[in-house]
């Protein structure tokens, strides 16, 4: 006979699918919601709710935003000749805590891994080219943009490095794009998510052409 209630499963159960989160985590979080008196559930739900309709990808670097195109994108301080290609939506707010960059990000979507099944197609390599394109017509006659591969210091994220590289061949010998890659401040198997704000800041100083 089962023990708990279907209701409280369910939770349980959604709680449990939380990156981090084991089904004993998910069964105090359940509980920690049954108890409380404010209707926090309910707050967290029509939280969760809003996130989910109003949430979507910039068009342009498929950050997170609430608006076709972030704030990041439409900002006229940023600048259009540097790029930085990222993982994650999390990896753009480290990068924006450590406050030393001032140019425009594209989210990957992920790293290729043959082990996990991501291959190239996976992942926003045509969005990239698209976006480096544009850039390039929007930046001065002349000037190149660099694109900062700013992928994980693990097997995958240099895979993944080295595909961006091959992708932009073309494009670095004729010297409209320049691309380089975070110094090696970074302990092989980092992830960049959790880098501390200093250590960012000298991966990012210290980037070299590649
Ligand atoms: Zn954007």
Same mark, same amino acid.
């Given at each position: 006979?089962?023990?708990? =209630?279907?209701?409280?499963?369910?939770? +349980?159960?959604? *709680?449990?699918?939380?990156?981090?989160?084991?089904?004993?985590?998910? !069964? $105090?979080?359940?509980?920690?919601?049954? $108890?409380?008196?404010?209707?926090?559930?309910?707050?967290?739900?029509? !939280?969760?709710?809003?996130?989910?309709?109003?949430?979507?990808?910039?068009?342009?670097?498929?950050? #997170?935003?609430? $608006?076709?195109?972030?704030?990041?994108?439409?900002?006229?301080?940023?600048?259009?000749?540097?790029?930085?290609?990222?993982?994650? =939506?999390?990896?753009?707010?480290? *990068?924006?805590?450590?406050?030393?960059?001032?140019?425009?990000? *594209?989210?990957?979507?992920? #790293?290729?891994? =043959? /082990?996990?099944?991501?291959?190239?197609?996976?992942?926003? *390599?045509?969005?990239?080219?698209? $976006?480096?394109?544009?850039?390039?017509?929007?930046?001065?006659?002349?000037?190149?943009?660099?694109?900062?591969? !700013? %992928?994980?210091?693990?097997?995958?994220?240099?895979? %993944?490095?080295? &595909? +961006? +590289?091959?992708?932009? !061949?073309?494009?670095?010998?004729?010297?409209? #794009?320049? +691309? %380089?890659?975070?110094?090696?401040?970074? =302990?092989?198997? /980092?992830?960049?998510? &959790?880098?501390?704000?200093? %250590?960012?800041?000298?991966?990012?100083?210290?980037?070299?052409?590649?």
């Amino acid at each position: 006979m089962p023990v708990l =209630p279907k209701s409280v499963e369910n939770v +349980i159960e959604e *709680f449990s699918r939380l990156p981090g989160v084991g089904p004993k985590s998910a !069964a $105090r979080m359940a509980y920690h919601y049954i $108890r409380s008196p404010n209707k926090d559930a309910s707050k967290l739900a029509s !939280a969760l709710n809003e996130m989910e309709e109003n949430v979507k990808y910039c068009e342009k670097c498929f950050n #997170v935003a609430d $608006r076709d195109v972030c704030t990041l994108c439409s900002s006229p301080l940023r600048k259009k000749n540097k790029l930085c290609v990222v993982e994650e =939506p999390l990896d753009v707010v480290a *990068f924006e805590n450590s406050g030393v960059y001032d140019g425009l990000y *594209f989210v990957l979507g992920g #790293v290729i891994s =043959p /082990a996990e099944g991501i291959g190239e197609e996976e992942l926003r *390599f045509k969005e990239l080219e698209k $976006r480096v394109n544009e850039l390039l017509k929007e930046v001065k006659d002349k000037e190149s943009v660099e694109i900062i591969v !700013a %992928t994980n210091p693990s097997l995958e994220g240099e895979a %993944t490095a080295s &595909y +961006i +590289i091959d992708l932009f !061949a073309k494009l670095a010998k004729e010297e409209k #794009v320049n +691309i %380089t890659r975070l110094a090696m401040g970074l =302990p092989t198997g /980092a992830d960049l998510e &959790y880098a501390d704000r200093l %250590t960012l800041k000298r991966a990012l100083e210290g980037r070299r052409g590649i």
